[in-house]
């Protein structure tokens, strides 16, 4: 069951939403506020999935209920609804993380549709937040077995008891994927640095080198590469010697953090361009359906900035331009080609209502829609 809650202070409006979808048939709990108070207040109390907020309502408007909201769930999706006058009132709250807006009037139809949206992509950020915590709990248990039947000085299980991991070392990460050799080797002296603060603490210690484990195998598996090669990696560097030393745990580090790299490099072209050509054969397919950097980042396991940089050197645009071209060549066809009126246009496409479709248009084309059809009617 999903958790949706209606801000709206005007009662039929609110009654509307609420009441002409069968929103329990669908698979929702509903909630109903009538100001940006009481939404709060719900929002606090209850584990709420999706908000429906009127932008424009007495005292706390939906906007300042949009950001009190976020800080207190990241992870919530919010849909804004908003009249022509506040169109870009609407159009900033994008700025504060909001899925979407709809223009009045609209269809409820139309409301149920852009909610299964925001659903849909709750799911799968919530499945792939559970696919990840599986992931390092797998490198994390392959590491502790491995790990403490050399260095059994070192290893104390209660070490790890109810202790999440600390955060990834993301510049690791980030080099892992796309660094030169030369930055490896600095990362991993800081790598060494940390160690050394952490020396006269085994607990600590052994919390520092099981982050940079689990960080290090993860991303050999979200570059399609097996965990067990990056576990053999990791085995193959283990000292024989039965009583090991401090400096054997930093030349082990080193050891196998420049072999995953090697690893990494090997196969980087091949995998990479294949990783990007499937992006691009997956954005061909669902341009329509609202996809960004961030979302396609998110489902590949990259940093929007390192796909943005990939996506540009494989298919030699920059991805929100491609995404703009797929638009704008479909919408050309489709006011070339068909009698669609703008609503089913703007809706084929994925836009909230023809208003925006239109502004869009005239911004990236130069002219509105209505006048490109009427300039390509002309000329047969």
Same mark, same amino acid.
């Given at each position: 069951?999903?958790?949706?809650?209606?801000?709206?202070?005007?009662?039929?409006?609110?009654?509307?939403?609420? $009441?002409?979808?069968?929103?329990?048939?669908?698979?929702? $709990?509903?909630?109903?506020?009538?100001?940006?108070?009481? #939404?709060?207040?719900?929002?606090?109390?209850?584990?709420?999935?999706?908000?429906?907020?009127?932008?424009?309502?007495?005292?706390?408007?939906?906007?300042?209920?949009?950001?009190?909201?976020?800080?207190?769930?990241?992870?919530?999706?919010?849909?804004?609804?908003?009249? &022509?006058?506040?169109?870009?009132?609407?159009?900033?709250?994008?700025?504060?993380?909001?899925?979407?807006?709809?223009?009045?009037?609209?269809?409820?139809?139309?409301?149920?549709?852009?909610?299964?949206?925001?659903?849909?992509?709750?799911?799968?950020?919530?499945?792939?937040?559970?696919?990840?915590?599986?992931?390092?709990? =797998? #490198? =994390?248990?392959?590491?502790?077995?491995?790990?403490?039947?050399?260095? +059994?000085?070192? @290893?104390?299980?209660?070490?790890?008891?109810?202790?999440?991991?600390?955060?990834?070392?993301?510049?690791?990460?980030?080099?892992?994927?796309?660094?030169?050799?030369?930055?490896?080797?600095?990362?991993?002296?800081?790598?060494?640095?940390?160690?050394?603060?952490?020396?006269?603490?085994?607990?600590?210690?052994?919390?520092?080198?099981?982050?940079?484990?689990?960080?290090?195998?993860?991303?050999?598996?979200?570059?399609?590469?097996?965990?067990?090669?990056?576990?053999?990696?990791?085995?193959? &560097?283990?000292?024989?010697?039965?009583?090991? &030393?401090?400096?054997?745990?930093?030349?082990? @580090?080193?050891?196998?953090?420049?072999?995953?790299?090697?690893?990494?490099?090997?196969?980087?072209? +091949?995998?990479?361009?294949?990783?990007?050509?499937? @992006?691009? #054969?997956?954005?061909?397919? &669902?341009?329509?359906?609202?996809?960004?950097? !961030?979302?396609? #980042?998110?489902?590949?396991?990259?940093?929007?900035?390192?796909?943005?940089?990939?996506?540009?050197?494989?298919?030699?645009?920059?991805?929100?331009?491609?995404?703009?071209?797929?638009?704008?060549?479909?919408?050309?066809?489709?006011?070339?080609?068909?009698?669609?009126?703008?609503?089913?246009?703007?809706?084929?496409? +994925?836009?909230?209502?023809?208003?925006?479709?239109?502004?869009?248009?005239?911004?990236?084309?130069?002219?509105?829609?209505?006048?490109?059809?009427?300039?390509?009617?002309?000329? !047969?």
């Amino acid at each position: 069951m999903c958790n949706l809650l209606i801000a709206e202070d005007e009662k039929f409006l609110r009654d509307k939403v609420s $009441k002409n979808v069968d929103w329990e048939g669908r698979g929702y $709990k509903t909630f109903v506020a009538s100001d940006g108070e009481e #939404a709060l207040e719900i929002i606090k109390r209850e584990q709420i999935d999706i908000l429906v907020t009127d932008i424009r309502m007495p005292g706390m408007d939906g906007l300042e209920l949009t950001s009190e909201a976020k800080a207190l769930n990241e992870d919530l999706k919010i849909i804004v609804i908003s009249g &022509h006058a506040e169109f870009e009132l609407a159009q900033a709250s994008i700025r504060l993380g909001v899925e979407d807006y709809l223009l009045k009037p609209f269809r409820t139809e139309r409301l149920f549709e852009v909610v299964e949206k925001a659903r849909e992509k709750l799911e799968a950020e919530r499945q792939r937040r559970r696919e990840e915590e599986r992931q390092e709990e =797998r #490198a =994390r248990q392959s590491f502790q077995d491995r790990f403490k039947s050399v260095f +059994g000085w070192l @290893v104390n299980p209660q070490a790890l008891a109810n202790q999440p991991l600390a955060p990834i070392r993301e510049r690791l990460v980030e080099l892992l994927k796309s660094g030169t050799t030369e930055e490896i080797l600095a990362e991993i002296d800081q790598v060494h640095q940390s160690m050394e603060q952490a020396k006269e603490e085994p607990d600590r210690l052994f919390i520092v080198l099981n982050d940079i484990v689990v960080s290090t195998l993860s991303t050999i598996e979200s570059l399609g590469f097996e965990v067990e090669q990056g576990i053999s990696l990791m085995t193959k &560097h283990l000292p024989a010697a039965t009583e090991t &030393h401090f400096s054997d745990l930093k030349e082990w @580090v080193k050891g196998f953090l420049l072999d995953v790299n090697d690893l990494i490099e090997s196969g980087q072209d +091949g995998s990479m361009e294949r990783l990007i050509q499937g @992006v691009k #054969a997956y954005v061909d397919e &669902h341009y329509r359906t609202g996809i960004t950097l !961030n979302t396609m #980042a998110q489902q590949v396991n990259m940093s929007s900035s390192q796909l943005s940089k990939l996506f540009y050197e494989y298919i030699g645009e920059n991805f929100s331009d491609y995404i703009t071209g797929l638009k704008v060549r479909k919408a050309k066809e489709l006011l070339k080609g068909t009698d669609n009126r703008m609503y089913e246009i703007a809706d084929y496409l +994925g836009f909230t209502d023809a208003y925006y479709f239109s502004s869009w248009f005239k911004r990236t084309v130069g002219v509105t829609p209505t006048d490109y059809r009427a300039e390509f009617s002309g000329k !047969n």
